[in-house]
């Protein structure tokens, strides 16, 4: 019983309830309430669009041309010098975002807003979004709806940037850049030298947690490597202020967050 529960667990996850209804409703939140710049948005096309990527198909063979329509429908750019990528450190890095109204993650943008923290797929024998159980990507089942979908969007994320770029990345990791992640195997390599001159990393520590991996640590030379080879300047700051700031609404009391430090 015990190893097919294991068995269980690691092939299928519980997709998300209504995902349908939660795409719809919060492409409208988006369009008519927080970004009313957008608000001819068809956000009916956008969920059918949306959906027709991955209903009907092989739940492990999605392509990015599956998604390539939505792309192409939701066009939405971010300002020069907006853009922030982040990578193990995502709720700081939207915590940061949600104050710094300026700045864009992805999921500050249309079609990351609505996919966020979803797990979806379809289902070759019906034309339903399935409500159950999709398959976890692994050796078997490579190309998910859900990891294709973050693979392009990020990819044309990437693309769209300009200016200075900014990644958030964690340094209470033992490695605070990993080639294996969106950001070292998408996102860096979609980056346009033509329009992106500078990378500037901030590796962001846990208040009261271990310090593993730094500015100084093998894995940032590695990104600064990679960065520089494309012709892109690269900058890492540990702890950047800003962000520590926000980290510091919960530990008001540690030294790092009086104004000596
Ligand atoms: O693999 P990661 O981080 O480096 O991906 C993060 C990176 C960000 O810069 C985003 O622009 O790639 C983009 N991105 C998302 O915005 C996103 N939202 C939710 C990539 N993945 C995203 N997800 C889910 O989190 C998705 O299921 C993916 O597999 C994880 C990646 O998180 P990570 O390893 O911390």
Same mark, same amino acid.
């Given at each position: 019983?015990?190893?097919?529960?294991?068995t269980?667990?690691?092939?299928?996850?519980?997709?998300?309830d209504?995902?349908?209804?939660?795409v719809?409703?919060?492409?409208?939140t988006?369009?008519?309430?927080?970004?009313p710049?957008?608000?001819n948005q068809?956000?009916?096309?956008?969920?059918?669009?949306?959906?027709?990527?991955? *209903?009907?198909?092989d739940? !492990?063979?999605?392509?990015? /041309?599956d998604?390539?329509?939505?792309?192409?429908? $939701?066009?939405? +750019? #971010?300002?020069?010098?907006?853009?922030?990528?982040?990578?193990?450190?995502?709720?700081?890095?939207?915590?940061?975002s949600?104050i710094?109204?300026?700045?864009?993650?992805?999921?500050?943008?249309?079609?990351?807003?609505i996919?966020?923290?979803?797990?979806?797929?379809?289902?070759?024998?019906?034309?339903? *979004?399935?409500?159950?159980? !999709?398959?976890?990507?692994? /050796?078997?089942?490579?190309?998910?709806?859900?990891? $294709?979908f973050? +693979? #392009?969007?990020?990819?044309?994320?990437?693309?769209?940037?300009c200016?200075t770029?900014?990644?958030?990345?964690?340094?209470?990791?033992?490695?605070?850049f990993?080639?294996?992640?969106?950001f070292?195997?998408?996102?860096?390599?979609?980056?346009?030298?033509?329009?992106v001159?500078?990378?500037?990393?901030? *590796?962001?520590?846990?208040?009261?947690?271990?310090?593993?991996?730094?500015?100084?640590?093998?894995?940032?030379?590695?990104?600064?490597?990679?960065?520089?080879?494309?012709?892109?300047?690269?900058?890492?700051?540990?702890?950047y202020?800003?962000a520590?700031?926000?980290?510091?609404v919960r530990?008001?009391?540690?030294?790092?967050?009086?104004?000596?430090?």
């Amino acid at each position: 019983i015990w190893v097919g529960v294991l068995t269980w667990r690691q092939s299928s996850m519980g997709a998300t309830d209504h995902v349908s209804a939660i795409v719809l409703g919060r492409c409208l939140t988006y369009t008519r309430n927080m970004h009313p710049e957008l608000r001819n948005q068809d956000c009916k096309k956008i969920l059918n669009t949306f959906t027709s990527a991955f *209903v009907s198909k092989d739940p !492990c063979n999605i392509t990015k /041309e599956d998604y390539q329509p939505l792309i192409d429908l $939701v066009t939405q +750019t #971010v300002p020069c010098n907006k853009t922030l990528f982040w990578s193990r450190s995502k709720e700081l890095a939207h915590q940061y975002s949600g104050i710094q109204k300026e700045m864009f993650t992805l999921e500050d943008t249309l079609l990351g807003y609505i996919a966020d923290n979803l797990v979806w797929c379809g289902d070759p024998r019906t034309s339903e *979004v399935k409500e159950e159980f !999709c398959p976890y990507r692994n /050796e078997n089942c490579s190309s998910t709806a859900t990891s $294709v979908f973050w +693979t #392009v969007v990020s990819q044309k994320f990437a693309e769209s940037a300009c200016g200075t770029v900014y990644v958030m990345l964690n340094g209470s990791r033992t490695t605070a850049f990993s080639k294996a992640s969106t950001f070292g195997s998408v996102e860096v390599f979609n980056l346009h030298p033509d329009r992106v001159h500078t990378l500037h990393a901030w *590796v962001m520590h846990d208040i009261g947690g271990v310090e593993r991996d730094s500015c100084l640590g093998s894995s940032i030379k590695e990104l600064k490597s990679i960065v520089n080879q494309r012709n892109i300047s690269f900058f890492c700051q540990d702890d950047y202020r800003p962000a520590r700031f926000v980290q510091c609404v919960r530990h008001p009391e540690h030294p790092s967050c009086s104004v000596l430090m």
